[in-house]
């Protein structure tokens, strides 16, 4: 196969075009351009998750052998509903980063303050997990969630003069964190004398 010059046999192989190769490649570009102007949101989305998959990991081992066995209030969430919540709040908080970023100017300027808070959130939520399943550590976890709490709603409140989309989605984050701080109190006063 003998590649050619644009103008007389094009750039794909050995057939005479006369340009119509590029009409051809033009869906292929734009579909490109698509691609590239929605990855930093994809990116966005993707990235709690990553911390989200590798807790789904302990936490799977831990449930039946150790949580199980712990003394729970009646309230309690059943343990089927955890997935799909933290993977909805996994969602909507990515693409809360992705309003800011995007409106804030990147990671610099507006979003300095933002970025750094969604960051800290974002550890303290992937280390909650390995504290309580992984190392059984209730009460060190409790403190990790009581602030991973106070970063969230920082993040609201940082995150509200750039978009107020990114500061609404993080509100279903902060009631959920409510919660999973109450439960994790009751857990934490009901079962001092289990490791």
């Known amino acids: 196969m003998k590649l050619c010059r644009m103008d ?6 050995r057939h005479k ?11 292929f570009v734009d579909l490109f351009d698509k691609m590239s102007e ?15 998959i590798a807790g789904a990991f302990i936490t799977k ?21 955890f997935g799909p ?17 995007r409106d804030g100017g990147g990671f ?9 808070l969604y960051g800290t959130q974002l550890a303290l939520n992937w280390a909650w997990t390995p504290i309580f399943f992984g190392s059984h550590k209730k009460g060190m976890a409790l403190v990790d969630i009581i602030t991973l709490w106070g ?5 609201i409140f940082t995150f509200w003069p750039i978009n107020h989309t990114a500061s609404y989605l ?6 959920w964190v409510t919660l999973a701080s109450v439960l994790n109190y009751c857990i934490w006063r009901d079962n001092k004398d289990k490791d």
């Open 8 to 13: 007389s046999n094009c750039l794909l192989w």
């Open 17 to 27: 075009c006369r340009g119509r190769c590029l009409e051809r490649l033009l869906p």
């Open 38 to 52: 929605y990855g930093p949101l994809i990116a966005a989305v993707i990235a709690p998750h990553l911390g989200g």
């Open 61 to 81: 081992q831990e449930v039946p052998e150790w949580y199980e066995t712990l003394r729970k209030p009646d309230w309690r969430p059943p343990n089927w509903m």
């Open 85 to 101: 919540v933290w993977g909805t709040l996994y969602t909507s908080m990515g693409v809360a980063s992705y309003l800011v970023w």
């Open 108 to 116: 610099s300027s507006d979003a300095k303050l933002p970025f750094a």
């Open 151 to 155: 970063t969230i709603g920082g993040c």
């Open 170 to 175: 993080m509100i279903p984050y902060i009631a």
